[in-house]
């Protein structure tokens, strides 16, 4: 079982930065993926930024540019910094993780519950 643990999130300015964090804990043996999704209202969930147990990254077409995905194997923890904030990047994001627990050859994935991200004047 893994639990993942959003912060960061709350109310920015346009063209302010805000650096989301998100932790996992639980019976790990590998962390092979973790990564940002996002909803807004009346839209469905879309990727923000992946990144691999090798340090590949991936990131949606949107945020290309200002946002910056990051992990910290020590602390199972992954980040997302985003800078030059728009108000279209307004939504709850969510955190994953592909995870292998101990005595698996299988790996699931898990979501945080979600941390709100607004960007207004």
């Known amino acids: 079982q893994v639990q993942l643990v959003e912060s960061g999130g709350g109310l920015v300015q346009p063209g302010g930065s805000l650096r989301l964090s998100c932790a996992a804990s639980?019976?790990?043996?590998?962390?092979?993926?973790m990564g940002w999704y996002r909803q807004a209202p009346g839209k469905e969930r879309e990727l923000v930024a992946t990144?691999?147990?090798?340090?590949?990254?991936n990131y949606a077409d949107s945020v290309k540019g200002r946002g910056t995905i990051s992990r910290d194997n020590a602390k199972n923890t992954v980040y997302l910094q985003m800078n030059s904030l728009k108000p279209e990047d307004t939504a709850v994001y969510y955190c994953?993780?592909?995870?292998?627990?101990?005595?698996?050859?299988?790996?699931?994935?898990?979501w945080g519950q979600g941390t709100q991200v607004t960007v207004s004047s």
């Open positions: 639980g019976s790990i043996f590998n962390i092979n993926a």
């Open positions: 990144i691999t147990s090798g340090g590949s990254t």
């Open positions: 994953n993780a592909v995870v292998t627990l101990y005595y698996s050859d299988t790996s699931r994935r898990y």
